[in-house]
Nanobody
Framework: VQLVESGGGLVQPGGSLRLSCAASGFTFRIEVMSWYRQAPGKEREWVGTISSGGFIINYADSVKGRFTISRDNVKNTAYLQMTSLKPEDTAVYYC??????WGKGTLVTVSS
């Protein structure tokens, strides 16, 4: 199992960014996928989860209405579209698959 996040970077408050999670080594289309984040000095927190078919998506209250999770089961990739970014969204963002599989994360910094 391999999960590789990409798309992080520096963005100004109010800006947008799209993260990708490229998956390999397992049957992606049958697995629920999740996004988590860990801000400096804080514990890792759940951001949201998407069902295997992409029809059921749940979000943490802190990102609801601003973040959108999607997936492409042909490209074996999950996405996290982030809009209206705030400085408190600064964190390393990870994708996760059940069984304890994590990517190495991608850093998002929201700052002017």
């Amino acid at each position: 199992v391999q999960l590789v996040e990409s798309g992080g970077g520096l963005v100004q408050p109010g800006g947008s960014l799209r993260l990708s999670c490229a998956a390999s080594g397992f049957t992606f289309r049958i697995e629920v996928m999740s996004w988590y984040r860990q801000a400096p000095g804080k514990e890792r927190e759940w951001v949201g989860t998407i069902s295997s078919g992409g029809f059921i998506i749940n979000y943490a209250d802190s990102v609801k209405g601003r973040f959108t999770i999607s997936r492409d089961n042909v490209k074996n990739t999950a996405y996290l579209q982030m809009t209206s970014l705030k400085p408190e969204d600064t964190a390393v963002y990870y994708c996760y698959r059940r069984g304890g599989y994590w990517g190495k994360g991608t850093l998002v910094t929201v700052s002017s």
